[in-house]
């Protein structure tokens, strides 16, 4: 920096130190430039640092326009030069002005004159400029104080300057300027001698005042801000930057000390982060409340969505929490519970096993009864507070899970409480147990919780009827002399929807026999319900004695002028009686199905991908609708599926298409229908089967050698009985005979 080349005074170095670069943003004074002028001659006689950059090595002393005309300075809004204004400044005329710095400073500068006058020594014909950039000082100050100069030197009256000597005992104070008495409400003649700490009381953070201690100790400039009390006894916010002062030896002579009042900015800093931390906290819990809603929808039936339930509350709300189910007429049908502590899982699961605690606790009854609103506050509760009958290993465990207060909300179905959820803390203090933030989360889970459950229960119950219905129409295989059949429809998973899937076999009035299997386009009752009549077109349409190419063309017509169902694909095909040699002649047409399969018994596979038209439904791209004939020898096997057997979200139709053709070719051709269409399933599932699969096996019954043929060709039906497979969500039915 550029260092003054007269003779140093006692304490002309002061403005180079004076305003130290305290890097905090927090800081009004940061990057304050500081120019120490003589009164008299208007020169400037030494800077801080940041002056001395404002300039770049400019030699000092020097004139106030010379030092205007290096910082590039102008005045903002007034038809003066700059040079003007800091004189006036310094003169105490004008007090503030306001500068464009033409380099080295984005903002405006506030230049603040502090004549100091009465400061001992020479420093009495001395005066500071210090300038700040505008910013920091509007930040500090509401804007309604920004419009005028004398608002400006209002602002700029706000900083107080002090001058401490630590060379005397306890580095009294030995010059304060009229700003000081004003903020603080002391005279001159209250504080000079007195250390400046008298500031200082009970709310004063102790940690920040060690910190100046130890600055000061050092020899270190230090910039805080902490709380003050005025003489009358107001605490106010003062912002304190303290500078060391050496001389030439580099010992410090004097302490220089700039205070702000920043309480409107300390307070309007604390409202905005209570208001953060409030938003924030908000964010959180609706993400949390999102988190754990979503948890439930994933989960489609309500038992499981019950047992999840505790166990993503717990973490987050009170010490351990349980969930009590009831049925369509409140009767208690089912409690999970979850504890924060995972070493207490021996003690829920006592209590998941023996309910009376619960059940017969008076406020979840009136939770059930009345819903009421006015239960949702959290109360104390104790062991005295239980339910008479609790049993003795209730009672034990709930000791060891810990009472103290807790919360009893309704889980709301659409139709009224499917049951509550309890959330118990440990901690007997209602307030602290369950903030108000908690209280509004937990009241608020309940209601979406409950909905979550109960669109489970509704979901559940609607897949139930839809999987009833499509199994009710789904047909019992009919006896087709010579042909043994073996048909299974497997919905995807317990989650999925039921589907459109259907297979049928009729055996027709002039000894042929119709065999189709298709897919209404649809997940839903609805599907369901259209894959029901569809059959039943299909059905009187091959009744009629039509061929297969007639029938799909009458379907189509039917389903489209009544609206019937929305796109279905499906493979229709009419056998034909045996001939001399026990060969049949099969005519198809599939619209827009996956081409059915013909196992010989010699082993090879063939796939019948002729007569392919449209699906049902849709407009006919082709004119007539095709078929095409093809023959099964005693012993073939018609193979009829739908997309569930194949399909992959993660894999080519392509590879999928081949990966059958493989599983299907290693399929004994002597196997019995059933047997096949066991192995060909078998071999296809792979766990990851995406949708409904339907498979349809129609097998020529070899001629029998003589003597054999009543057995032979009964006798696959005889152990074909009772060959349900699987059981419960999987419903993996075969129907023959
Ligand atoms: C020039 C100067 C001005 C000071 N101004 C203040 C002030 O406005 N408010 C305050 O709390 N402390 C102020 N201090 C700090 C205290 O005077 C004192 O240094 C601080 O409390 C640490 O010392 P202690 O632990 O001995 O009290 C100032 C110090 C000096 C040297």
New binding site residues.
């Given amino acids: 920096m550029t260092q003054q080349q007269s003779a140093p005074t006692d304490i002309t170095t002061l403005a180079r130190d004076l305003l130290p670069e305290v890097h905090d943003p927090a800081k009004v004074v940061t990057g304050g430039a500081v120019l120490l002028v003589d009164t008299r001659t208007h020169e400037v006689v030494d800077t801080n640092p940041v002056g001395a950059r404002m300039v770049g090595g400019l030699e000092l002393p020097t004139s106030l326009g010379a030092w205007c005309a290096a910082a590039g300075l102008s005045v903002r809004d007034a038809d003066i030069s700059a040079e003007r204004a800091l004189a006036a400044a310094v003169d105490g005329s004008s007090g503030v002005a306001v500068l464009s710095a033409r380099q080295n400073a984005p903002d405006d500068l506030w230049a603040v004159g502090v004549p100091l006058a009465g400061a001992p020594g020479t420093l009495a014909n001395r005066a500071l400029v210090v300038m700040l950039p505008g910013t920091g000082l509007q930040e500090s100050h509401p804007p309604s104080e920004f419009d005028g100069l004398q608002r400006r030197a209002a602002v700029a009256s706000h900083l107080s300057f002090?001058?401490?000597d630590p060379s005397l005992p306890d580095?009294p104070?030995i010059w304060v300027n009229p700003a000081f008495c004003e903020v603080t409400g002391y005279t001159t003649d209250d504080v000079l001698g007195t250390?400046?700490?008298f500031?200082?009381g009970e709310g004063?953070d102790r940690q920040t005042?060690?910190r100046?201690?130890a600055a000061?100790d050092a020899g270190q400039a230090v910039g805080e801000t902490?709380l003050?009390y005025r003489k009358d006894g107001t605490p106010f916010w003062?912002q304190?930057v303290?500078s060391p002062i050496h001389d030439d030896e580099g010992k410090v002579t004097h302490?220089?000390?700039i205070?702000t009042d920043v309480t409107e900015r300390v307070h309007h800093d604390r409202r905005q982060a209570l208001e953060l931390d409030a938003a924030n906290r908000q964010t959180e819990s609706l993400r949390r409340l999102a988190s754990i809603t979503q948890a439930l929808v994933d989960l489609f039936d309500e038992e499981s969505g019950a047992a999840a339930l505790p166990a993503l509350v717990a973490p987050h709300y009170g010490s351990w929490c349980a969930v009590l189910l009831v049925d369509e007429h409140g009767a208690p049908r089912i409690v999970h519970g979850a504890s924060r502590d995972p070493e207490r899982a021996d003690d829920i699961a006592v209590l998941e096993r023996s309910h009376r605690w619960i059940r017969e606790s008076p406020t979840v009854l009136r939770v059930l009864t009345t819903g009421t609103e006015e239960i949702s506050e959290p109360f104390p509760v104790d062991i005295d507070s239980l339910p008479r009958r609790t049993g003795a290993e209730e009672l034990a465990a709930l000791r060891r899970l810990g009472l103290g207060s807790a919360m009893v909300v309704p889980l709301r179905g659409r139709e009224g409480d499917i049951g509550v959820l309890i959330v118990v803390s440990r901690d007997g203090d209602v307030a602290t147990a369950f903030p108000p933030s908690d209280v509004h989360d937990i009241v608020a889970l309940g209601a979406r919780a409950g909905l979550a459950l109960d669109n489970a229960r509704l979901y559940r119950r609607e897949q139930q009827t839809a999987l009833t219905l499509q199994h009710s129409m789904l047909p019992e295989i009919v006896e087709a002399p010579g042909l043994d059949c073996a048909a299974l429809y497997e919905p995807a998973s317990a989650g999925a929807d039921v589907g459109g899937d259907w297979y049928d076999v009729v055996p027709l009035p002039d000894g042929r026999v119709a065999i189709s299997v298709g897919d209404v386009v649809g997940h839903d009752i609805r599907a369901a319900a259209s894959m029901g009549q569809l059959r039943s077109v299909l059905r009187s349409e091959a009744w009629a004695g039509l061929s297969p190419s007639a029938v799909i063309a009458g379907v189509d017509d039917l389903v489209r002028g009544l609206q019937m169902a929305d796109m279905t694909t499906c493979v229709f095909a009419v056998v034909d009686p045996p001939d001399d040699g026990g060969n049949r002649r099969v005519t198809y047409t599939r619209a827009g199905h996956h081409a059915p399969l013909l196992m010989h018994s010699h082993h090879d596979v063939e796939r019948l991908d002729e007569a392919l038209t449209t699906p049902i439904g849709a407009p006919l791209l082709t004119g007539d609708v095709p078929e095409a004939s093809t023959v099964l020898h005693p012993g073939d096997s018609l193979v009829l599926f739908t997309d569930g057997l194949i399909e992959r979200r993660d894999r080519p139709l392509r590879t999928q298409l081949e990966n059958l053709l493989t599983c299907v070719e290693e399929v004994d051709p002597d196997l019995e229908a059933e047997a096949s269409r066991d192995a060909i399933v078998e071999a296809c599932a792979d766990g990851t089967q995406e949708d409904d699969t339907c498979i349809l096996v129609v097998r020529n019954i070899p001629v029998p050698s003589s003597g054999e043929a009543d057995t032979e060709i009964l006798g696959p039906h005889e152990n074909r009985t009772g060959s349900r497979r699987g059981s419960g969500q999987s419903c993996r039915d075969s129907h023959q005979d």
């Fill in positions: 002090t001058i401490s580095d104070l250390n400046c700490r500031l200082q004063t005042v060690a100046i201690r000061l902490l003050n003062n304190v303290v302490h220089v000390g205070q």
